[in-house]
């Protein structure tokens, strides 16, 4: 019987045309049955036009099918769910980011974690639990795979609301990495191997191995020797260097997260903003890309329509994870974001982890980590505290719980008072009231 695989959110024309791409390219899904579900039409029919062009040139059976704003109805029967969401566009996100920077906050993406990344997860957690009540009801055995951010505080939410249902997030930033460094010391992908754990975005790679030899001191050598690497990567490459361990996500994002590279101008002008690699940490970076793209978004899809068709498949975890759960069952390691039940043991019980974990027959499977070095546990233990304190605020609608969460955020301390801080949160929450009525006044 084919399986069924439902995209909510599926109208995001990248994440949906590459994942049911690498769907395709198992033989257990070939003649799945696709389901495409988002709230514009417009959105599902460019999706659509790119995925009969996949279905074409793969020869594939498979069913696509649409669902407009119909959740329930995608979700009916199906075997996988992957979850590709925005709660809120441009003209909403750019408070996240705006009011900060107005008090004094430098942020760069703002979708992860700090001031940004909380009311992000405030706007997106409801609509989230509403997703996981559909599925417990319609589709309790599905396996949920989200790549929504900020990833590790919905992943937090859904988790602890729905405990029996099988969710875990995915994040591209591990692999990503991974590839990065292998690439500055010119490894083979095939001969590395690694041990990655923490946080989302915040998580280091406790061994990075080529043939079995501890590549640590090689990575070192490049960096310092290289200016080019030097300067590919300079936040990261300064945390690794103070910290010893190379952290998963980009500068300009790690940036945002530490109270060490946007607190003065002088620091902000050395670390953030001449990088070479693909964030930078430029203030507003990622808004300002946005509000472009409001503009140009069907004009850039139609230069994608027009670009051939590659059967290839790509680096993201989901199409094996499925594989390996209910497709062929090949066993399948990748990095999640699952609850921390005995697997981080200096990390608080039952925040959001990024944990090596397996897929297979048996369902989703997370490897104990055990405890991290010293100076990483108290990094994240600080990040998950936040968010922990964040997604509680969430949960119970107590709007002092976001405003501790803010307070305690490295880099928004470390520029802000306590007076500051708690104006800039009444500022957002009134800027975000359209989303936030289940806050308690």
């Known amino acids: 019987m084919p399986k069924v695989i439902t995209f909510i959110g599926g109208g995001s024309f990248g994440f949906t045309s590459s994942l049911v791409r690498d769907l395709l390219t198992f033989p257990a899904f070939k003649d799945a049955e696709l389901r495409i579900m988002d709230i514009s039409q417009e959105r599902i029919d460019d999706v659509v036009k790119r995925l009969n062009r996949i279905k074409e040139a793969g020869n594939y059976p498979c069913t696509i099918k649409t669902y407009l704003n119909d959740r329930k109805a995608a979700l009916d029967g199906a075997d996988g769910v992957v979850c590709t969401i925005l709660q809120g566009g441009a003209n909403v996100f750019r408070y996240d980011v705006e009011i900060p920077i107005k008090y004094g906050v430098s942020i760069n993406v703002g979708d992860t974690r700090g001031p940004s990344g909380i009311f992000r997860a405030l706007r997106t957690i409801p609509v989230m639990l509403d997703i996981c009540k559909d599925i417990k009801e319609i589709c309790p055995k ?12 919905l992943c937090n939410a859904m988790q602890k609301s729905y405990p029996e249902l099988s969710i875990t997030g995915l994040c591209h930033s591990v692999q990503g990495t991974a590839e990065m460094l292998a690439s500055w010391i010119g490894a083979d992908m095939k001969d590395v191997t690694y041990l990655c754990a923490g946080v989302n975005h915040q998580a280091h790679y406790l061994k990075y191995e080529v043939k079995g030899e501890d590549a640590y001191p090689q990575i070192r050598k490049v960096i310092s020797e290289n200016p080019d690497r030097l300067h590919d990567e300079p936040v990261r490459n300064e945390m690794f260097f103070k910290l010893g361990y190379y952290v998963t996500e980009s500068s300009g ?16 002008e050395k670390y953030c903003t001449d990088a070479g690699g693909w964030n930078p940490g430029v203030e507003r970076y990622i808004l300002d890309e946005y509000l472009k793209r409001e503009g140009n978004w069907k004009d850039a899809i139609a230069e994608e329509l027009k670009k051939d068709v ?109 007076d500051e801080i708690k104006n800039m949160v009444d500022e957002m929450f009134e800027a975000n009231k359209d989303y936030l009525g289940y806050f308690k006044d």
Not at 142 to 153: D, Q, S
Not at 254 to 262: D, G, K, L, M, T
């Open 142 to 153: 599905a396996i949920f795979l989200n790549y929504t951010n900020p990833m590790a505080m």
């Open 253 to 268: 994002h790690n940036s945002e997260y530490v109270a060490w590279f946007r607190k003065r101008k002088d620091l902000y």
């Open 310 to 418: 590659d059967l290839k498949r790509g680096q993201e975890y989901a199409a094996c994870i499925f594989n390996a759960i209910f497709g062929d069952n090949t066993p399948f390691k990748f990095n999640g974001n699952i609850p921390n039940k005995g697997l981080i043991d200096n990390l608080p019980p039952d925040c959001c982890v990024e944990v090596p974990v397996w897929a297979s027959k048996n369902g989703l499977e997370a490897v104990k980590v055990g405890s991290l070095p010293d100076q990483l546990a108290l990094l994240n233990n600080i990040t998950a505290r936040c968010e922990e304190l964040a997604v509680k605020g969430a949960l119970e609608g107590d709007k002092t719980k976001v405003y501790h969460a803010c307070l305690f955020d490295p880099l928004t301390s470390a520029v802000l008072s306590m």
